[in-house]
């Protein structure tokens, strides 16, 4: 997992070259995932993180203030890809409802890309202050307009009926993060394309409009 070139840190790392900085603390951070998804967040130490990176304890200190920083950065990495991804996967995409499958699609697949970072925030956001959780809550609030926008326009254009744009965004989201969050249910009986299809035939499908099935059947049957 690379995490995204905009995560907003301001560690203070005593390496000066940014594409080393970069390069390591990639690495630290996959360990630091690694280690406090198997372990939890409080059992974790640096010395684990560090033993499973391959570096020194004083080296992660380098680049990292102390395991809540750390942990801190980590849990960005998932949302600040969605924010870096999700336009790139849907640039080419112009119609509401291939929008919005286009959103849910690629949600779905980053979080596949990194489901340890998101089963990692369930559990584990609730172990950082309030003024870093708001941090994270500022991020998710963002990535929420990826679904608010096209389910909007669907709405509009009169091919999803009118609803509770909030709660439907939410709900999306929330069966996007279940491949990660069940993924010990859901990976050995549905490929991520097939997971991606009973969602939809879920969650969109019975919204639509007369002419929201009639483009549905035409596109997307």
């Given at each position: 997992m690379v995490y995204p070139d905009n995560v907003d840190d301001q560690l203070s790392s005593s390496v000066s070259n940014?594409?080393?900085?970069?390069?390591?603390?990639?690495?630290?951070?996959?360990?630091?995932?690694?280690?406090?998804s198997e372990k939890g967040y409080y059992k974790t130490t640096i010395q684990d993180i560090a033993r499973d990176a391959g570096f020194s304890q004083g080296f992660i200190y380098q680049?990292?203030?102390?395991?809540?920083?750390?942990?801190?950065?980590?849990?960005?990495?998932?949302?600040?890809?969605?924010i870096e991804e999700i336009p790139k996967r849907v640039s080419t995409t112009r119609h509401p409802l291939d929008r919005l499958c286009a959103t849910i699609t690629s949600y779905c697949q980053i979080n596949d890309e990194a489901r340890d970072a998101t089963v990692l925030a369930y559990r584990s956001s609730r172990s950082l202050p309030k003024e870093k959780r708001q941090v994270l809550q500022k991020l998710e609030e963002e990535t929420n307009q990826f679904f608010h926008a096209p389910l909007a326009d669907a709405i509009e254009s009169g091919l999803i009926t009118e609803l509770n744009t909030d709660l439907m965004v939410y709900q999306y989201i929330h069966f996007c993060h279940g491949w990660a969050l069940k993924y010990w249910h859901f990976g050995s009986r549905y490929t991520m394309d097939e997971y991606i299809r009973g969602g939809l035939q879920i969650l969109v499908r019975p919204f639509l409009t007369d002419a929201g099935r009639s483009y549905w059947e035409k596109y997307h049957a």
């Open positions: 940014p594409k080393l900085v970069k390069r390591r603390r990639e690495l630290i951070v996959r360990s630091a995932i690694t280690q406090f680049y990292f203030k102390d395991k809540e920083e750390l942990l801190f950065f980590a849990l960005q990495v998932v949302l600040r890809k969605y």
